[in-house]
């Protein structure tokens, strides 16, 4: 079992923490190991590596334990870059998905909730570019269809299953409600929105209880239920898990519901009563959470893992997006180290492994499960349990963002969409902008970099329209990327005297500007080059690194030790078809290769100015799906933001 400096030890670039645990942990053998949640990704991948069997199932299924862990093992995609995470719930999914988006083992006539959550690896592989996408949205309109269908109880509440009538559990919020936000987000479904918040506002009007704050489990509308109380509907006690489910479907939920929903407040509100009372059923010997939640000191109760999972997953995230008080970032710290001394353990085969997860916790059926304190203590306990194995990595992945968002906290990096503003049709045939765009996240955008930004701590934005005072004002590190050719944009934006004017007095006040153009086929060098110049920079009519299919070797570059300051983590990198620069005073070469300047960087007044000839951080080469493993570039990608966040001065 791991002792209390564990989380510390495990987090990734330990030298950002305080500089006794840093030491602490470059003493121990394992300071060098992956990031705890990489870690226990990977182990579950040993025990998992050709499918997902559920519990003690025999064969796979489609199923919410599966839809849960494929969600975690994508955050370790998105935090890594590494394209084996990706490439894990591509065949697990298709082992399902059919070409004509049918689904193996799924039935919708069951109207059974808990088959929707595998839809967010199913909109996960839909936006992502390859051949076969159509048949993922196929079969993400197979269970969007179930949840126009399914049953509900006469305020418009989702039953929770079809066998389960007139009931609503907090389980499903948890089942439905992301899934629902995110393809109501990418398919304009707005009007769906008002849905989503209904279901929770109902949870808040009949399962709330008055006097603590806890959420029952559920409530049986027609009180027809031998668990449910006559008066209330409700269930009888207050199931640690049944709220983390309720807890994670709020902060998820929050990812895609629009800023200016009128529900968006309502939902926040709904996290802002949840987290002190969380707070108040904490263990405070252990930071952890017992099963049935309000029952610590009761004979037979224990601290549970899958439920202290989420709570420290739905504190971490909800603080660190501005939810919640910051305070509760420290509950959610002494949670996670009471999750990793009293349930993780390393295996001899250096796996980990996640004690201590209730099986189990339902209402009705056969045998008849009764919502009582003894019934939830009756369920076994599993080592390994998807349940709770799934919101570990969620917690551990919000842990290791939490040491380090320091540096980006406060700051805000723009990125311009009005040099730069290709439009296509998006997933639902309607006009957007694309290509090196935050949304983007098909290899042509810059979701992924958008990402680590935001996971430093930074908050990223657009520009749409023309650098001026107005609209770089609040903008600490502003990026302009391949500016429009006529042959790109019908009436491109060529940046003019009276926008290069704006842009120097903005970086002479302390500004951090980013130019990165583009092959000279590609991008309208001519008009930027007179803004980089002003810096000392040019790009030059010199193509280089043209690379031959996969023959990635040609645009191999290697970081030199004297950009180590840049690129600490740093070695190889791949850049084709770039641009070339030329320098003069008080421009410096930052990498050169071959007698070519790769990469330069220009102080100018308080201000930075860094420059590279290539869009190159945008997702086909940061996703790890393309390039081969031998290249570091989403770890540049993180070594630069970070850089160029540290080099913001007060403005």
Known sequence: MYNPFAMALFLPRFRQLPLWIASFAASCSFAQELPIS?????SFIANHKDSILVGKNTATKWDYEQGLMLKAIEKVWYRTGEGKYFEYIRKDIDQYVRPDGS?????????????????RALLTLYQQSQPDKEKYKKAADLLWKQLEEQPRTKEGGYWHKKRYPNQMWLDGLFMGEPFAAEYSAIFHHQEHFDDIVKQFALIKKYAVDEKTGLVYHAYDEAREQKWADKKTGRSPSFWARAIGWYAIALVDVLDYLPAQHPGRAQLI???QRLAPVLVKYQDPKS???YQVIDQGSRAGNYLEASASCMFVYALAKGARLGYIPGKFAANAKKGYQGILQNFVEKEANGALSLNK???VGGLGGTPYRDGTYEYYLSEPIRKNDLKGIGPFIFASIEMEIAAENAVG????VGLDYYFNHETRKDLTGAPEQFH????DRMHSGFWLWGNTFRELGAKTVSIPAAPTATSLKGVDVYIIVDPDTKKETPGPHFIDDQSITEIEKWVKAGGVLVLMANDTANCEIPHFNLLAGRFGIQFTNKNRNMVQGTQFEQGRIMIPADAKAVFPHTSKIYIKELSPLALQAPARALITDQGDVILGISKVGKGTVFAVGD????NEYVDGRRIDTSFENFEAGKDLAGWLLKQVVNK
């Not at 689904?103 to 839809?119: V, W």
């Not at 090196?436 to 949304?439: K, L, N, P």
């Not at 869009?615 to 945008?618: A, D, G, K, N, T």
């Open 269 to 271: 509100g709904y996290l």
């Open 38 to 42: 990489r870690q226990m990704a990977d």
């Open 409 to 412: 906290k406060g700051k805000t």
């Open 615 to 618: 869009p190159w951080l945008y």
């Open 103 to 119: 689904i193996r083992t799924y039935r919708g006539d069951e109207f059974n909730i808990d088959n929707i959550p595998p839809g």
């Open 357 to 359: 997860t209730v099986s």
């Open 436 to 439: 090196y765009t935050w949304e």
């Open 287 to 289: 930071g952890a959470w």
